[in-house]
T-cell receptor, first 114, second 111 residues
Framework: GQQLNQSPQSMFIQEGEDVSMNCTSS?????WLWYKQEPGEGPVLLIA?????ELTSNGRLTAQFGITRKDSFLNISASIPSDVGIYFC??????????????FGQGTILTVHP | NAGVTQTPKFRILKIGQSMTLQCTQD?????MYWYRQDPGMGLKLIYY???????DKGEVPNGYNVSRSTTEDFPLRLELAAPSQTSVYFC??????????FGPGTRLTVT
């Protein structure tokens, strides 16, 4: 199936640092979504992006839908310990057979040291 | 609103046994989904439904079956459980096709 390449796989940072992660694909996506998953829980939607070039913020989180529609970026500013978790990108591929289905990246594991 | 609820939270099955994972949502969402998540991996779509009575296969449907008789419920059936089905299973629902809301998951071990 289609793959999203999410990087980095893991990050170990100090509290207060900024964080950047991204997802890339060789395919074109109509929609990009960013989710956070905490241990023992299901993923929680953070940000949804619907148009190429769109830049959207949710508190300290900012995400962008790449102009080529093949990538997306998530930035977290001034990280805090509760930012710890796994961050997933997800997208809906362009094309009728992909309607209603999301493709997920492998996740970025974020660890924040106080 | 409870959102998306899943039962059970944990289950151990012996090889060849069958079971049904339950999923219920109270948000009146038309779209519902079943995913599996293996360690260190993203989520892979097993089956999805765009409304009561309508289901379709996802990326990894083999070994599973679903039904959708009501808007609220979307059970996932495992027949003849195999060790390869050891995973965490997530149910999700959405109003639009994009913004999916996930349940807390069912951790299944097949031995």
């Amino acid at each position: 199936g289609q793959q999203l390449n999410q990087s980095p796989q893991s990050m170990f940072i100090q509290e207060g640092e900024d964080v950047s992660m991204n997802c890339t694909s060789s395919s074109i996506f109509n929609t990009w979504l960013w989710y956070k998953q905490e241990p023992g829980e299901g993923p929680v939607l953070l940000i949804a992006l619907y148009k190429a070039g769109e830049l959207t913020s949710n508190g300290r989180l900012t995400a962008q839908f790449g102009i080529t529609r093949k990538d997306s970026f998530l930035n977290i500013s001034a990280s805090i310990p509760s930012d710890v978790g796994i961050y997933f990108c997800a997208g809906q591929l362009s094309g009728g057979t992909s309607y209603g289905k999301l493709t997920f990246g492998q996740g970025t594991i974020l660890t924040v040291h106080p | 609103n409870a959102g998306v609820t899943q039962t059970p939270k944990f289950r151990i099955l012996k090889i060849g046994q069958s079971m049904t994972l339950q999923c219920t949502q109270d948000m009146n969402h038309n779209y519902m989904y079943w995913y599996r998540q293996d360690p260190g991996m993203g989520l892979k779509l097993i089956y999805y439904s765009v409304g009561a009575g309508i289901t379709d296969k996802g990326e990894v449907p083999n070994g599973y079956n679903v039904s959708r008789s009501t808007t609220e419920d979307f059970p996932l059936r495992l027949e003849l459980a195999a060790p390869s089905q050891t995973s965490v299973y997530f149910c999700a629902s959405s109003y639009s096709i994009y913004e999916q809301y996930f349940g807390p998951g069912t951790r299944l071990t097949v031995t």
